[in-house]
C-alpha cells in the first residue's frame, strides 16, 4: 500500500540554525500538507499547498516557515531560524483530491530545538 | 473556526473490555477522520467517515453528520490498542481540525 514518507525521523538543533524537512507524499496526490504537534497537545494545521503554491496557511506559518516542491517527489518544510518552541513532532500529510478527501499521514519528524 | 470536542479525556480499560469515544463537531464537514497516536507517535489512519458507519475488525465508527458527532466503538479491547485516539475534521476542504484526543490505556 502506498505511503508518506518523511525524514528524518528526529533532528536536534540549535536555535537559530535553518532545519529542512523532507516529505514524499503518496505519487498520484496532488494536495500537500504540513501538520505539527507540541509535546502532550493537539495536532495543529500548518499549511496547505497544491500546484506549486500555497492553499492556505495557518497563524503559526509565518515568514520563518517556508514550503517547497523542489521536484516531482519531494515537498519539503524549512525553517529558517529556530526557536526552542518550535520543538514538536512535524507531519507531511497527502490527499488525492481537495474537498472532503482522506489525508494520508506520514509518520513524522521529531524537531528538537535547544 | 471549527471547534472539535472530544470525550472522555482519559479512558483505562481491562482487556477485553468495550468502549465508546465520542466527537462531537460545531459545524457541517466534508471529510471526519479517526486516528490512533501509537507510542512511537505515528498517526495512523482509523476511518474516513464523515456520515455513516464503518467496521474494521475490532473497531467500528458512526458519524450522524446531522447531528454533529461521531463515535468510535473498542471492542474487545487489547493491550495494543493503548494511545490517543484522535478525531479530525475538515469543513472547508483544505485542512483538517483535531480535537484534543482521548487517552485510553488498556491494562492486562
Known amino acids: 500500500e502506498p505511503e508518506v514518507t518523511q525524514t528524518p525521523s528526529h533532528q536536534v538543533t540549535q536555535m537559530g540554525q535553518e532545519v529542512i524537512l523532507r516529505c514524499v507524499p503518496i505519487s498520484n496526490h496532488l494536495y500537500f500538507y504540513w501538520y505539527r504537534q507540541i509535546l502532550g497537545q493537539k495536532v495543529e494545521f500548518l499549511v496547505s499547498?497544491?500546484?506549486?503554491?500555497?492553499?492556505?496557511k495557518s497563524e503559526i506559518f509565518d515568514d520563518q516557515f517556508s514550503v517547497e516542491r523542489p521536484d516531482g517527489s519531494n515537498f519539503t518544510l524549512k525553517i529558517r531560524s529556530t526557536k526552542l518552541e518550535d520543538s514538536a513532532m512535524y507531519f507531511c500529510?497527502?490527499?488525492?483530491?481537495?474537498?472532503?478527501?482522506?489525508?494520508?499521514f506520514g509518520p513524522g519528524t521529531r524537531l528538537l530545538v535547544l | 473556526g471549527i471547534q472539535v470536542e472530544q470525550s472522555p479525556p482519559d479512558l483505562i480499560l481491562q482487556e477485553g473490555a468495550n468502549s465508546t469515544l465520542r466527537c462531537n463537531f460545531s459545524?457541517?464537514?466534508?471529510?471526519l477522520q479517526w486516528f490512533h497516536q501509537n507510542p512511537w507517535g505515528q498517526l495512523i489512519n482509523l476511518f474516513y467517515?464523515?456520515?455513516g458507519t464503518k467496521q474494521n475488525g475490532r473497531l467500528s465508527a458512526t458519524t450522524v453528520a446531522t447531528e454533529r458527532y461521531s463515535l468510535l466503538y473498542i471492542s474487545s479491547s487489547q493491550t495494543t490498542d493503548s494511545g490517543v485516539y484522535f478525531c479530525?475534521?475538515?469543513?472547508?476542504?483544505?485542512?483538517?481540525?483535531f480535537g484534543g484526543g482521548t487517552r485510553v490505556l488498556v491494562k492486562p
Open positions: 479530525a475534521v475538515d469543513a472547508a476542504g483544505n485542512k483538517l481540525t
Open positions: 500529510a497527502s490527499s488525492e483530491f481537495l474537498a472532503g478527501e482522506t489525508q494520508y
Open positions: 467517515i464523515p456520515s
Open positions: 459545524d457541517s464537514v466534508n471529510n
Open positions: 499547498f497544491y500546484n506549486n503554491e500555497i492553499s492556505e
